[in-house]
């Protein structure tokens, strides 16, 4: 397949150094909220980890919070990015903002965030991710759909009528930001 002629313009908007925020966490912000009228997922990033003893992983992952100490995701805590991150903490992450012709890559090392601030985000999911959380074995193989769906059912009828707890595989990263890139098709 030759994809050379596959071209995209990108003269629908422009960027000067005086429509910057010398603040890189406050340019964030901005565009994240420009993002956030016109994206379907504007808080989806591609997270890149690598571990000592495995090569490079790209995966998608979703913002849940950011602020001056760093951007929270969560994640099963035997997943392979969990792992990689484990092995080296210096991760990478990257906003691709499609519709409005811009990206942030920014740089980092991640790290685990308190229990108590895992415990707030879990119990504001909703039933099903909660349980969705204890089935689902992140980064492992499934022998099959019907496993998935029976371990499932087993939970549903575990915690059926009481709280789902949060399980002590499962919580939340912050990455502290150590470098911010931010590209603008003009």
């Not at 420009?34 to 990033?45: G, I, M, Q, R």
């Not at 992140?138 to 759909?145: E, F, K, N």
């Not at 499932?152 to 912050?174: H, I, N, Q």
């Not at 930001?177 to 003009?186: H, M």
Request: charged share 25%; net charge positive; glycine share 6%.
């Amino acid at each position: 397949m030759d994809l050379t002629s596959m071209r995209q313009g990108y003269e629908n908007k422009s960027l000067t150094k005086n429509q910057l925020n010398s603040n890189p966490l406050m340019q964030f912000e901005l565009w994240f909220e420009e993002a956030s009228k016109v994206e379907t997922v504007p808080n989806a990033f591609s997270l890149a980890t690598i571990g000592v003893s495995r090569g490079p992983t790209l995966r998608t992952v979703l913002l849940k919070s950011f602020d001056s100490k760093g951007f929270v995701f969560f994640t099963n805590y035997n997943s392979r990015k969990a792992l990689q991150i484990e092995e080296n903490p210096k991760v990478a992450m990257l906003f691709n903002w499609v519709e409005l012709e811009r990206q942030i890559s920014i740089c980092g090392v991640a790290e685990k965030i308190e229990r108590t601030e895992s415990f707030k985000y879990f119990m504001s999911r909703p039933h099903g991710s909660q349980l969705g959380a204890w089935v689902s074995d992140q980064s492992s193989v499934l022998s099959s759909r019907e496993v998935l769906e029976k371990k499932l059912e087993k939970m549903k009828s575990k915690f059926k009528g009481a709280e789902v707890p949060l399980p002590d595989f499962w919580g939340g990263y912050r990455i502290k930001q150590q470098s911010f890139e931010f590209w603008q098709g003009c």
